[in-house]
T-cell receptor, first 111, second 111 residues
Framework: GQQLNQSPQSMFIQEGEDVSMNCTSS?????WLWYKQDPGEGPVLLIA?????ELTPNGRLTAQFGITRKDSFLNISASIPSDVGIYFC???????????FGKGITLSVRP | NAGVTQTPKFQVLKTGQSMTLQCAQD?????MYWYRQDPGMGLRLIYY???????DKGEVPNGYNVSRLNKREFSLRLESAAPSQTSVYFC??????????FGPGTRLTVT
């Protein structure tokens, strides 16, 4: 079946640093999404990408839809303590009503 | 605007007991989903309903049943709870498969 790969499982950065995460697959996706989950809460949609090569900002976050349609990237600039959480990528093939989720990356930010 | 609501927030069951998790959305979305989240496993789809009157199995449907009561409500039932069903359960809704919006979750412990 389709899988989205996110690694490493955990990342530790210093406050103020930039961080980049990627999400890869052997399958093509028509839509890529990035979610963030705060501790004890449900995932919240950060950015949705609909076109290969698209670069979409959301404040200090920027996500890119890979040109091959098999990967996506999320960059966080000038990290702050509230960036702590789990970041999930998700993809949609357009074939049905389901999303495929990666296993997530847990981000820790040291003050 | 409440978005997606879930009840209860916490529940403890004994092995063999049954219960129903409730989910409602006020965004007039067609599609609704139930996921479970376990450490290191990401979000796994249990069941989904692409539209009112339809339900389909996801990745991990065994031990669960669902009911799409109307366009707003989608319930998840555990007929005979097992310790392996200890998890955090999330409901989500979307107008299309992508851009899913999640509820706050139900934390279930089965002893």
């Amino acid at each position: 079946g389709q899988q989205l790969n996110q690694s490493p499982q955990s990342m530790f950065i210093q406050e103020g640093e930039d961080v980049s995460m990627n999400c890869t697959s052997s399958s093509i996706f028509n839509t890529w999404l990035w979610y963030k989950q705060d501790p004890g809460e449900g995932p919240v949609l950060l950015i949705a990408l609909y076109k290969a090569g698209e670069l979409t900002p959301n404040g200090r976050l920027t996500a890119q839809f890979g040109i091959t349609r098999k990967d996506s990237f999320l960059n966080i600039s000038a990290s702050i303590p509230s960036d702590v959480g789990i970041y999930f990528c998700a993809g949609h093939t357009g074939a049905n009503s389901k999303l495929t989720f990666g296993k997530g990356i847990t981000l820790s930010v040291r003050p | 605007n409440a978005g997606v609501t879930q009840t209860p927030k916490f529940q403890v069951l004994k092995t063999g007991q049954s219960m129903t998790l409730q989910c409602a959305q006020d965004m007039n979305h067609n599609s609704m989903y139930w996921y479970r989240q376990d450490p290191g496993m990401g979000l796994r789809l249990i069941y989904y309903s692409a539209s009112e009157g339809t339900t389909d199995k996801g990745e991990v449907p065994n031990g669960y049943n669902v009911s799409r009561l109307n366009k707003r409500e989608f319930s998840l039932r555990l007929e005979s709870a097992a310790p392996s069903q200890t998890s955090v359960y999330f409901c989500a809704s979307s107008e299309r498969a992508y851009e899913q919006y999640f509820g706050p979750g139900t934390r279930l412990t089965v002893t």
